[in-house]
């Protein structure tokens, strides 16, 4: 299994930008898919984006369609988020999973997910 660690999170203004990396450690040999999650207090853990390691194709939740984009450099073995015009509802704690494809393609559902990050967290506020 992958090792997963996030950075990047902190405080930001609303409207404003982050960037979270998730470097990735460990060995599989075969694709996967990476998601980005999150968790607010009081919610449920929900998929954000996620990207297939076979075509780099990538699926975005509705609510984060625009704004968020997720990438990344195999040679850092890094995945990235970056998340733009955040809003106050964008507060959460945001974790990197990696998990088996679906048919060839990532999906945003946590029990897909078999290896997690520690999470980092984002704040939105003025």
């Known amino acids: 299994q992958l090792q997963l660690a996030e950075s990047g999170g902190g405080l930001v203004q609303p409207g404003g930008s982050l960037r979270l990396s998730c470097a990735a450690s460990?060995?599989?040999?075969?694709?996967?898919?990476i998601g980005w999650f999150r968790q607010a207090p009081g919610r449920e853990r929900e998929g954000v984006p996620c990207?297939?390691?076979?075509?780099?194709?990538?699926y975005y939740a509705d609510s984060v369609k625009g704004r968020f984009t997720i990438s990344r450099d195999n040679a850092k073995n890094t995945v990235y988020l970056q998340m733009n015009s955040l809003k106050s509802e964008d507060t959460a704690d945001y974790y990197c999973?990696?998990?088996?494809?679906?048919?060839?393609?990532?999906?945003?559902?946590?029990?897909?997910?078999?290896?997690w990050g520690q999470g980092t967290q984002v704040t939105v506020s003025s």
């Open positions: 999973a990696s998990g088996p494809l679906l048919f060839g393609r990532c999906t945003l559902s946590p029990s897909r997910f078999n290896s």
């Open positions: 990207i297939s390691t076979n075509d780099d194709s990538t």
């Open positions: 460990g060995f599989r040999s075969y694709y996967f898919a």
